[in-house]
């Protein structure tokens, strides 16, 4: 699986050469380690002060139960899972239209994402990469039903190591507003020349604006970052600029501490609540209004 990986620093114009338990690009000379079953591209000593905090934030104690929590993300909770089930079934009506021999997931973390897919599909390669470590060592747990192959390795967003291929779409899913500038991560990714990407992202528009100034959106994260949220109207401009199709899909997903306050705890309530919460994501979808936004680039152009 080599053959579709490159350095993340010289991006297709080299090599990676294998000995022992190093890749060495052939260009820069970056020496990259591999070590139980994950290649290494990440150097935590090398990265900004940004990435570096965003790392720690995000690297936890590989013990039975953090390991157990993270595997299992779909059964934290039914608030939870019904709106990733109307993100992942965006996400698949953009994937159908690709014909994809596997996927590459950036910003896998334990891999939740890749589980949600082969749920409803099937898939004979995959990739998954995350800037922490202790996270890509989870990806096994959460897929030790998958039985085909894992290519497992660690990467920052902005520097991806895996070269542009036709029939391996490139999955996002609610990493890219932890790299401290959304668009311009997403521009640089465009750049790289890749065929199809699929991003699921949390987007603003007037309501969230307001309700950030309130205090109730785009609040600063565990890892001290204020996240950076989509915007359509940029996102449309970097398309264009790169000559990217488009495709948006948007929904409205609420923190289940406010689905509870509203319901109020009342069975009945609640599913109404949902049902009209649904219906609302249904309407301002033909707007491409909403707090998430579910997005296909896809190059026309494209030169394998």
Known sequence: ???????????????????????????????????????????????????????????????????KHFANKDNWSKYYNFFVNQKINYLLFFLDQINYKGVVSLGSGPGFEIKEILKRRR???????????????????TLKNYNGRLCLFTSDLRYPPFIPNANFPIIIYEALHHTGNIHKTINTLLAKGYKDIIIVEPCTNFIIKILAKLGMAQKEEYSGMIPDFLDIKKLKEIASHRKY??????????????IRL??????????????????????????SIGSFAIVYFKKSDFKQ
């Open 262 to 287: 509203f319901s109020k705890e009342d069975g009945i309530l609640e599913k109404i609540f949902m049902k009209l919460i649904y219906t609302f994501s249904l309407i301002t979808n033909y707007f």
């Open 123 to 141: 898939l004979s390669l995959i990739f998954s990469s995350d800037l922490a470590l202790s996270a890509t060592k989870v990806v096994p747990y």
């Open 245 to 258: 199709k488009l495709q948006i899909k948007t929904m409205w997903d609420i923190p289940e501490n406010y």
């Open 1 to 67: 699986m080599i053959n579709y990986l490159t350095c993340p620093y010289c991006f297709g114009k080299s090599r990676l050469i294998i000995k022992n338990d190093q890749f060495t690009c052939s260009r820069c000379r970056h020496r990259f380690i591999y070590r139980n079953h994950i290649l290494k591209f990440i150097n935590p000593e090398e990265l900004d002060n940004k990435t570096a905090k965003e790392l720690k934030g995000n690297t936890f104690a590989l013990n039975e139960k953090n390991i």
